[in-house]
């Protein structure tokens, strides 16, 4: 009797187990009132207008790489519940694609609103990374869509206009709430794009050498150029060419500095600091932020902030 017993609470701590193991990898189901979007710029932005009235969730976490970015069978269910995903588009985002064919997903891109650049229209790249990507981010470095388009602060404001009206249109009740947020939000980015101006100016350096070709809207607006170790895409690697150019490119210029984002972890950053003795400084891409940071409480508009101080530093403004 006493074995029989044994055996039965067993076979019930096995079954508890098995469905508490159900349950936690079980992806969780996303409720109404709910809006995803893709990279850390449109949910600080979409995050920033809804406030507390709506959910705002992001398929890249903190910490992710944004460019290599692949939806898992996971993050398909947990969308199939939102209401909305807000993408930049699959020209900047050429993932988003199997969304669009997989799912019934009402779906908000923004990339015919912004305003576009190609890779070399703000100054003249080396492309001499080895790039092992697919088509379309082979694409993006050799003359494509500079894909940070968040680094142009009208476009920021544009995105604000266009996510702030497509949630109205959504969420009408909550359409106060909404355009009080958004108006305040564009007016940070207003008064952001002003610090910029007049802390941008009369710099004495006009080249600052950064770990990710990011830069392009804000070389374009600003008049200063980046010489990048890799590519426009953060995993892309250098050959050893590249590096002898940019080593003569630092002694020829008298740099100082390397910039690189502290969630980017670049060998050939830390080897070219270290031979070269610059000072390595963080720059934030801010297409992820770390988690790290996210604790800290830093946001998309401090970390502009900061790396306006960080840009003052390389180009030695007064």
Not at 42 to 47: S, V
Not at 85 to 112: F, R, Y
Request: net charge neutral.
């Amino acid at each position: 009797m006493k074995k029989a017993l044994g055996l039965i609470i067993i076979v019930l701590i096995i079954l508890l187990a098995l469905l508490s193991y159900q349950k936690s990898t079980q992806p969780s189901k996303i409720g109404s009132d709910t809006v995803v979007t893709t990279i850390y710029p449109l949910y600080f932005i979409t995050k920033s207008i809804a406030g507390d009235a709506i959910q705002v969730k992001r398929l890249i976490k903190p910490g992710s790489e944004i460019h290599s970015f692949s939806p898992t069978p996971a993050d398909m269910v947990e969308l199939n519940g939102a209401d909305l995903l807000i993408t930049l588009g699959k020209d900047l985002e050429p993932w988003v694609g199997k969304l669009a064919t997989a799912t019934n997903l009402n779906m908000l891109s923004l990339e015919d609103d912004l305003k576009l650049i190609r890779n070399g229209e703000e100054h003249h790249h080396d492309h001499a990374e080895h790039d092992h990507g697919s088509h379309a981010k082979e694409s993006h470095s050799k003359g494509g869509i500079n894909p940070h388009v968040w680094l142009d602060f009208d476009n920021d404001i544009k995105m604000i206009e266009v996510i702030n009206r497509q949630l109205c249109e959504l969420y009408p009740d909550q359409s106060a709430l909404f355009e009080k947020n958004a108006k305040a939000l564009a007016g940070a980015f207003e008064k952001l794009e002003r610090a910029y101006s007049d802390g941008l100016k009369e710099c004495k350096q006009h080249t600052l050498l950064v770990g990710h070709d990011a830069f392009g809207y804000l070389e374009k607006r600003y008049g200063f150029e980046t010489k990048s170790i890799m590519g426009v895409f953060a995993h892309s690697r250098p050959d050893a060419a590249k590096i002898a150019k940019l080593s003569k490119m630092i002694k020829a210029k008298e740099l100082r500095y390397l910039f690189a984002d502290p969630i980017e972890s670049s060998k050939s950053a830390f080897q070219l600091a270290r031979d070269m003795h610059l000072k390595l400084e963080p720059l934030h891409t801010l297409g992820n932020i770390s988690l790290k940071d996210e604790q800290r409480g830093e946001d998309m508009m401090t970390l502009l902030y900061f790396d306006l101080k960080q840009f003052r530093k390389g180009l030695e403004c007064p």
